[in-house]
């Protein structure tokens, strides 16, 4: 095997071990690949199988659950713009947005990004709704389990974190890219170039390539995705919270293959009043904080309020 892109984090290594690489990966790239982590690979193609047979319906049928006022439904084709500078219309992708299922009417249902998720008709995908939870969960239990190693890596107890993930902002984004080749000369692309706003990303994809990071500011490196394993990246909220030692990369999808891709990503948020400022541990010969205090639920709909076009809401999560 050559040279993996960036760092590979297995869960199987001891503990200490494991931290210090994903240490490294935080530092150096902000992106890693997860080994070793448990959800097994029937349950990823379960979810997968779901997502092709949605997106392979008519327009009529998924405008049926379009994003509503909780950010939950579909997102159709180029309604997303995450690099609009350079970007001359939106990217070649249309997408869902399914998250912790908060009752309509409750009090937690009055929070941004909080509410019921929406789903496609059972009788029509018979089995969608399950494979698509399944998944969700899976990967949020995954999540739990990185955040003891983010901890560990930073010198922090094993469950500093966990008091902010009582509740949670959970977010699965099943994606489908159109057969459209990117083209920067045309301002074309799968996905623009972006960092993502939140706290941990985990991303699978049906293993077509187009994934690509930008670590340096200048030059873009392909990261191909490795049979099984979770590519993982940091949010903005992290790097904020590490005070810049943990780096949010530029990242985008480019399609230079002329297919279809699908991917899946789940972006793992803390609970919408959690305290985001400058870990003690991360400010060095009384350096002051890079950035002001501020929640989890107001970073998130200030970084995502102008991603979106048209539906009137902040969304959590982008594209990779």
Request: proline letters at 7%; charged letters at 20%; aromatic letters at 10%.
């Amino acid at each position: 095997m050559e040279d993996p892109a960036v760092p590979i984090v297995s869960l199987a290594a001891p503990e200490a071990e494991a931290a210090e690489v994903l240490r490294l990966a935080c530092t150096e790239h902000g992106f890693f690949y997860l080994t070793d982590h448990g959800v097994s690979e029937e349950l990823v193609q379960a979810a997968f199988a779901a997502q092709r047979a949605f997106f392979s319906r008519t327009l009529e049928e998924k405008m049926r659950i379009k994003a509503n006022k909780y950010y939950r439904g579909y997102t159709p084709f180029a309604e997303e713009t995450l690099d609009p500078q350079r970007s001359r219309h939106g990217d070649s992708h249309e997408g869902l947005y399914y998250g912790r299922h908060v009752e309509e009417g409750s009090p937690e249902a009055e929070l941004p990004l909080h509410g019921p998720n929406q789903w496609p008709d059972e009788t029509a995908l018979p089995g969608y709704r399950a494979a698509t939870e399944a998944y969700l969960q899976a990967v949020a239990a995954l999540g739990c389990r990185l955040l003891r190693l983010l901890a560990l890596s930073l010198g922090l107890a094993a469950d500093h974190f966990s008091p902010h993930f009582t509740r949670p902002m959970l977010f699965l984004r099943p994606l489908h890219y159109s057969a459209e080749r990117s083209s920067e000369a045309e301002g074309l692309y799968a996905a623009g170039a972006h960092t993502d706003y939140g706290m941990l990303t985990f991303l699978r994809t049906d293993g077509q390539p187009g994934l690509q990071i930008c670590t340096d500011g200048a030059a873009w490196r392909d990261v191909p995705p490795i049979p099984g394993a979770f590519h993982c990246n940091l949010g903005d909220m992290l790097a904020r919270w590490t005070n810049g030692r943990y780096r949010s990369t530029l990242h985008r999808v480019v399609n230079r293959t002329g297919r279809e891709r699908y991917s899946i990503a789940f972006f793992f948020e803390p609970n919408f009043d959690a305290e985001v400022a400058a870990l003690p541990q991360c400010l060095e010969h009384e350096q002051p904080p890079l950035f002001p205090p501020t929640t989890a639920g107001a970073h998130i709909l200030e970084r995502y309020n102008a991603t979106h076009a048209g539906y009137g809401a902040a969304a959590t999560g982008a594209a990779a």
